[in-house]
């Protein structure tokens, strides 16, 4: 099985500052059709999780543009360029390269 | 906008079944992979499997033996049944909706599943 790890496992952001979460998985995530599979998942408090970014580096329908991707192979990282309050909850990345898809730890963004 | 509604039983006795169901409400049921995904305190996110509406189907093989989901196109329904529960299958159940290049992009309000004696 692919084994996804994500650091840091805790973010303190200051609101209106930059964040980066880290992603890296255990085999290379691009297919032999030119795609890479890895997507970006947020859980806000009490909800299910919300798509963000699919394929590395697309934005999901109505996410807003301060979330971007980025990586290949096997490093990849979520960027928010400014962060607001209502951005506070646990970020999964998730290969869907290979059966089982699977998730990282997941990494917990809270506001300074 | 499409929405995804789930229910089933929450309490369950070990050795019992699990037997959730989704439904699509606002969207169109074909041309995407109808999954399940759990969440549960000791192993996170954990994807369970899926199934296409024209019948194709992936399914984790730690759970293939016990898993079954199935999809009825004319109610716009998914089901999962997984066999012989124990302590470690609980956790939230969430139903999802995929496509094989754009993530799962919708998912159901999630489902808790308790398995104790």
């Known amino acids: 099985d692919i084994v996804m790890t994500q650091s840091p496992l805790s973010l303190p952001v200051t609101p209106g500052e930059p964040a980066s979460i880290s992603c890296r998985s255990s085999?290379?995530?691009?297919?032999?059709?030119?795609?890479?599979?890895l997507d970006w998942y947020l859980q806000k408090p009490g909800q299910s999780p919300q798509l963000l970014i699919y394929l590395s580096s697309k934005r999901a329908s109505g996410v807003p543009d301060r979330f971007s991707g980025s990586g290949s192979g096997t490093d990849f990282t979520l960027r928010i360029s400014r962060v607001e309050a209502e951005d506070v909850g646990v970020y999964y990345c998730m290969q869907a390269l290979q059966i089982p898809y699977s998730f990282g730890q997941g990494t917990k963004l809270e506001i300074k | 906008q499409v929405q995804l509604q789930q229910w089933g039983a929450g309490l369950l006795k070990p050795s019992e079944t699990l037997s959730l169901t989704c439904a699509v409400h606002g969207g169109s049921f074909s041309g995407f992979y109808w999954t399940w995904i759990r969440q549960s305190p000791g192993k996170g996110l954990e994807w369970i499997g899926e199934?296409?509406?024209?019948?194709?189907?992936n399914f984790n093989p730690s759970l293939m033996s016990r898993l079954t989901i199935s999809v009825e196109t004319s109610k716009k329904q998914c089901s999962l049944r997984l066999t012989s529960v124990t302590a470690a299958d609980t956790g939230v159940y969430f139903c999802?909706?995929?496509?094989?290049?754009?993530?799962?992009?919708?998912w159901g309000q999630g489902t808790l599943v308790t398995v104790s004696s």
């Open positions: 199934k296409h509406h024209n019948g194709n189907s």
């Open positions: 085999l290379s995530l691009l297919h032999v059709n030119g795609h890479t599979y």
């Open positions: 999802a909706r995929g496509h094989s290049t754009s993530g799962f992009d919708s």
